[in-house]
Each structure stands twice: as structure tokens, then as C-alpha cells.
């Protein structure tokens, strides 16, 4: 507080004291004017032009001094110099004022007197911001003064020395009223400030990790890429996300999980160091601007990688969360904050799905990848679904007798803006963009219209997302559309991967036991890649078990062949037909024929065809008798 009140007397005395200096060196040359035929000319001269010259010198210096923000410590030096100079001024100014009174007549000695009254006025006005050097002033004009005056003797004088004190005193109780209300103004400016700086941190901090939020990292590092741009300096923005963060918000609360944020937070500066700009831009997503070169960034992110990786001590528990990063280095000078976010959060979104616990650079590859997904999230978005997807229906045979009992839906996208796209390539985008449950139903619209045509012996199988699964509005929208068609639930197939039921394993088997109750039958698509098929056989209610390509594809790997045909054991000792996926040679036929495979499905038989094709297959080649998949 005392450096803040020194700073703004001085700067208070910077617009003031060039006045008093005015005034007292006008005043100055007045009287010397009056008395310059009554008194030596070292008197009316040369003394007054050795105090006006020294005046304005300091009226001078005050007023051209450069305004530049001084420290506390610099004010309380210059105003203490301005006391002292203050008081050698003003005694100088009444020594030669009262020197004058012996060769002066009564008019000289009323503008004397005058002189000296006004002056220490102005003084007063003009040094309310610093009163102890008012103070020191009038007491050293006054007290000789009104001495002299009183010493003079007579009614007149004594009346005048009195009147003069009471107005003397008058103006110092204003003048510490004044310097009161000013230091009161003072503190309030200073509370405003430090509450507005209070407010301004909270509004750009992230309680929880106490770093920078998303407001204010964006704002710092778009004048920091300015910066750099300008100055050459190479600059890397980072984006980092927790994996498996959701999985361990639902087992250990909220509560737990944001201090592992907090420590999340302490780990990455540790990793990063003290130059690195980090922030938590939300949920479990921090962000980081480097000045360095990309490999130094790369080097520094995947060691942030690997230490978030490591197991967390929080109390009595420990949880382990992994972390991707991905980066972007700013090479543009007419490149933007949102691009550069786009560019890290794009290969962030790649190391996640490619290359997770690691860290990924964006790069010229990467680019061409993202504006293709860009114009294809833009054409799925604004695509006529009903119009422009289709299904195909590829074969699923049985191999004692090679009959077609049945198909599985594929799903077809013409876009005319894009060309047909694989479902390999737009499946994973609807459901990142949220449109797969509408999509999904759409499809099945098509295969229920198509099973409708078919003879009443074969089934059609039909693909449900994982976010199909984990919609309750989804799921029963399927189910009246089942039963809005007419069809026989019966001949229908869902098909559902281990993933789809890892992500809720509660609602995949309400669900399923929806689909059940309605007739519909359940297969477990992709059996063998993930690392809880087995348990899920007895766990949920499965008819159908689809053995994954991989196993036919590693057939000629003994330990893949002996893996394979424990698991067709398996599945008939359990009484669950099984079918085998991606059979493309007859050895692969002749081999699972040996091992005794239910049912096969491959482009050896038959590559996906059109509706109408498969239509015209089925009839032709049409056996009651045949039993379904």
C-alpha cells in the first residue's frame, strides 16, 4: 500500500508542481518590479533571476520528465527529494521577500505581504497531494513572517498576521481533508485492481488443476505464435488426452477422478518443464505450446506419454490411465490458433485409434487423410440416407451340402459428392458424428423390405453398432420396426461384436434379451479377437457364434489351426452353430469341413451381391428342408 500512495502522489505532483513553479516565478518577477527604484539592484535583479532561473528549471524537469510507470521504491526517493527541495525553495523565496521590507514603503510592503500570502496558497493547492511538504513550506514562510509582522507592532499588523493565521489554517485542515479523500480513492483503485485481478484469474484458471483454461491459452498462444512468426522462432502445439479416463471415472467416482486430474496436471509440467505453456482446455483434454524444435517437442511428449502412463497412488488406491498426444508445429505465418488446434487434435484423434500411449506429429499424410474425412463428414451429414445407401447381402453357406441358408446385410454408400465409400471408412465417422443409430435403422428398413422377398427358409443377419446397443430409444425403435414389417423375427439374425458389448455390458444384455423376446436370434460377430468371447458364450444369450477372418487367415500356423478348431469344438459341445468368416481358398474349405464348421462365409463361394441377385439365387437353389445358420 505505501509504494501504490507514493506512486500516485508522484503522479498527481507531475501535473502539479509545474504550476507552482509558474506562479511563484511570476510573482517573483512582480515584486521585483515594484521595489527596483527603492532597492540595490542585487535585490530587484540579480536574486530574483537566481530564483526564477532555478524555478523554472525544476517547473521544467517536472513537466518534461518522460511519464514511464516508476517503482514504489523510485516515487518515495523523488518525493522526498521534493520535500527538501521544497523547503530550501521557500526559505530562499522569504529571506529575500522579508530582506526587502527595510527599503520597501507601505505599498511595497502590502505587495510584499501579498506575495508572500498567495504564494504559500498556491503552495498549499498545489502540493495537496504531498502534504508534508506543504506543511514544511508554510511553516517555514509563515512563522517569519507573521513574526515579522507581529514585531512590526500597531493594531493594523497584528490584525493581518491574525487574519493570515486563521486562513493558514483553514487551508491545512482542507488539505488533509483532500489528502484523506485521496488516500481513501487510492485504496478503493487498489482493491478494485487486485479484485479485478482476482476475477480475471479465475475466469482464466481451471479450478480443478489450477492451470491455465481454454479461454486464456488460446488468447496467450495466438499472441505467442504472432510472436514467434515474427521473431522466426519455431513454435509446437500439443494435445494431449487420458485413455481408459471414462472406464475408471465410473468404477472410482468423480470425486476420486478429479484429483487424479490435478495429479495428471503436476506430472505433465514435470515432463514438459517450466516453458511450456499448459492448459486443461476440459474434461480429461490438456493442451501445450512449445518453443522448440519438433524433435525436442516430440522427445518431450512422449516422455508426458509415459510418465501419465505410469500407475497413480491416490490415497489407498491405485489406478492406472494411459495418455495420447499429438502435435502440430507452427510453420505458417498466416496460420491461425483453430487450425493449429485442428491439425494436434487430428493426429491426436489418430494416435488414439492407431498408435494409443503415444505421440503423433501432424504431417503432409495425415492432411490429405483429414480433408478427405472433413468432405466425407460433410457428405454423410447432408446425405439422403433412404437414396443414397444400400445393402448388399453376401451368402453364408452350408458347408455339408453348400447350400445358401442365409446372408449377412453389408452395408453400401454411393455419395455423389464422394463416389462409393467402404462401410470400413464411414461406419467409424457416423458414429463418431452421432448419426449410426439413424443410419442403422435405415439399413435395417432395407434388409426387413429385402426378407420379405426371400423364401421362408433363409435368415438374414444383420450388424448392430456398439452405440445401437447403448441407445434405449435406438434399440426400441428397432424393435417396432421388426415388428412393423411383418416379418418373422425368427429369420433374423442381430449381429453384435465384443466391443459393442464391452461398452455397457448391462445394457447389451437387456437389450439382447429384447431382441430375444421378440424371436429374433443373436450372433456373436468377430468371436476370438477380443479377450472375454469365451465368458460371454455363458454369460449372454447367444445363438450364433461367427468366427473372425484372422483364424481362417493364420490357418497355416499350427497354433493358430489347433486354436481354431478348439474353438468349433467348443462351440458345438455347447450346441451353437458356428460360421466361419473370410474363406477365400478351397484349402481353407477342406479344412474346416475336417474340423467340422457349421457354416462357411467367404468370396469362395460368393463375393456380396445386390438384393435382387441374391433373390434370384436363393429360389433357384432353394432347399425347406435346409436349417438355418
Keep these: 500500500m505505501p509504494d501504490a500512495l507514493a506512486i500516485a502522489q508522484h503522479d498527481e505532483l507531475q501535473r502539479q508542481i509545474p504550476m507552482l513553479y509558474a506562479v511563484l516565478s511570476v510573482n517573483a518577477v512582480a515584486v521585483a518590479a515594484t521595489h527596483f527604484h527603492v532597492a540595490p539592484l542585487y535585490m530587484t535583479l540579480w536574486i530574483p533571476l537566481v530564483l526564477v532561473t532555478m524555478s523554472i528549471v525544476r517547473a521544467i524537469a517536472w513537466r518534461f520528465r518522460p511519464r514511464m510507470n516508476v517503482n514504489g521504491a523510485g516515487a518515495i526517493r523523488m518525493l522526498r527529494r521534493t520535500t527538501l527541495l521544497a523547503a530550501f525553495i521557500a526559505f530562499a523565496y522569504v529571506s529575500w521577500s522579508l530582506a526587502l521590507y527595510s527599503f520597501a514603503q507601505d505599498e511595497q510592503r502590502a505587495h510584499v505581504a501579498l506575495f508572500i500570502a498567495t504564494t504559500v496558497i498556491g503552495c498549499i493547492a498545489c502540493l495537496t497531494y504531498l502534504p508534508q511538504a506543504a506543511m514544511l513550506v508554510t511553516v517555514i514562510v509563515m512563522v517569519p513572517y507573521l513574526s515579522y ?94 485413455d481408459r479416463f471414462k472406464a475408471a471415472n465410473d468404477t472410482f467416482g468423480h470425486a476420486l477422478c478429479d484429483t487424479l486430474l490435478a495429479a495428471v496436471a503436476e506430472r505433465l509440467c514435470e515432463a514438459l518443464g517450466e516453458d511450456a505453456m499448459i492448459a486443461r482446455l476440459g474434461g480429461d483434454e490438456f493442451a501445450f505450446v512449445l518453443q522448440t524444435d519438433l524433435h525436442s517437442a516430440q522427445r518431450m511428449a512422449q516422455a508426458a506419454c509415459r510418465k501419465i502412463g505410469q500407475a497413480f497412488f491416490l490415497g489407498d488406491t491405485r489406478i492406472t490411465v494411459g495418455a495420447s498426444c499429438g502435435l502440430a508445429i507452427c510453420g505458417d505465418e498466416h496460420a491461425d490458433i483453430v487450425s493449429l488446434y485442428d ?68 452395408a453400401r454408400w454411393n455419395s455423389p459428392t464422394l463416389g462409393p465409400v ?168 477342406n479344412m474346416l469341413r475336417v474340423m467340422g464348421c457349421d457354416n462357411i462365409q467367404g468370396h469362395l463361394f460368393s463375393a456380396p451381391m445386390t438384393v435382387e441377385q441374391f433373390e434370384a439365387m436363393v429360389k433357384q437353389a432353394s432347399d425347406p428342408s435346409a436349417s438355418v445358420a
Design 343 to 410: 491439425q494436434a487434435d487430428y493426429a491426436l484423434y489418430y494416435a488414439k485409434n492407431h498408435e494409443r500411449g503415444s505421440s503423433i506429429t501432424y504431417s503432409a499424410e495425415l492432411d490429405q487423410t483429414m480433408r478427405f474425412e472433413r468432405q466425407l463428414e460433410t457428405a454423410l451429414q447432408n446425405a439422403d440416407y433412404e437414396a443414397e445407401f444400400d445393402i448388399v447381402l453376401q451368402p453364408i453357406v452350408r458347408l455339408s451340402d453348400f447350400h445358401v441358408i442365409g446372408g449377412e446385410t453389408l
Design 149 to 242: 509582522q507581529l514585531s512590526m507592532g500597531g493594531p493594523i499588523y497584528t490584525a493581518i498576521a491574525f487574519n493570515i493565521l486563521l486562513v493558514l489554517i483553514m487551508l491545512i485542515r482542507v488539505l488533509l481533508n483532500n489528502y484523506h479523500g485521496f488516500q481513501k480513492l487510492v485504496e478503493a483503485r487498489i482493491e478494485s485492481e487486485r479484485l479485478h485481478e482476482e476475477v480475471t484469474h479465475l475466469a482464466n484458471t481451471d479450478t480443478l488443476t489450477g492451470l491455465p483454461n481454454r479461454r486464456y491459452f488460446f488468447a496467450k498462444s495466438t499472441a505467442l505464435m504472432e510472436r514467434c512468426a515474427h521473431d522466426g522462432t519455431p513454435l509446437v502445439f500439443g494435445t494431449i488426452d487420458l
Design 422 to 589: 467402404e462401410p470400413a471408412v464411414f461406419i467409424p465417422v457416423a458414429e463418431r458424428l452421432g448419426l449410426i443409430n439413424r443410419l442403422s435403422l435405415v439399413l435395417l428398413g432395407k434388409m426387413l423390405r429385402a426378407l420379405g422377398q426371400m423364401p421362408r427358409n433363409v435368415v438374414l443377419g444383420f450388424n448392430l453398432s456398439a452405440y445401437d446397443l447403448a441407445s434405449e430409444e435406438t434399440v426400441a425403435a428397432i424393435v417396432d420396426s421388426i415388428r412393423g414389417s411383418g416379418a418373422d423375427a425368427s429369420r433374423i439374425v442381430l449381429e453384435l461384436t465384443e466391443t459393442a458389448m464391452l461398452r455397457d455390458l448391462d445394457l447389451a444384455r437387456s437389450a439382447m434379451e429384447e431382441f430375444h423376446a421378440l424371436g429374433a436370434r443373436i450372433a456373436l460377430d468377430d468371436f476370438g479377437t477380443g479377450q472375454s468371447s469365451l465368458s460371454y458364450l455363458h454369460k449372454l444369450p447367444i445363438d450364433v457364434v461367427k468366427l473372425d477372418r484372422s483364424f481362417i487367415v493364420e490357418s497355416r500356423i499350427k497354433r493358430s489351426r489347433d486354436l481354431l478348431q478348439a474353438v468349433i469344438t467348443l462351440c458345438r459341445t455347447m450346441g451353437l452353430p458356428c460360421v466361419a468368416e473370410g474363406v477365400e481358398e478351397t484349402e481353407q474349405l
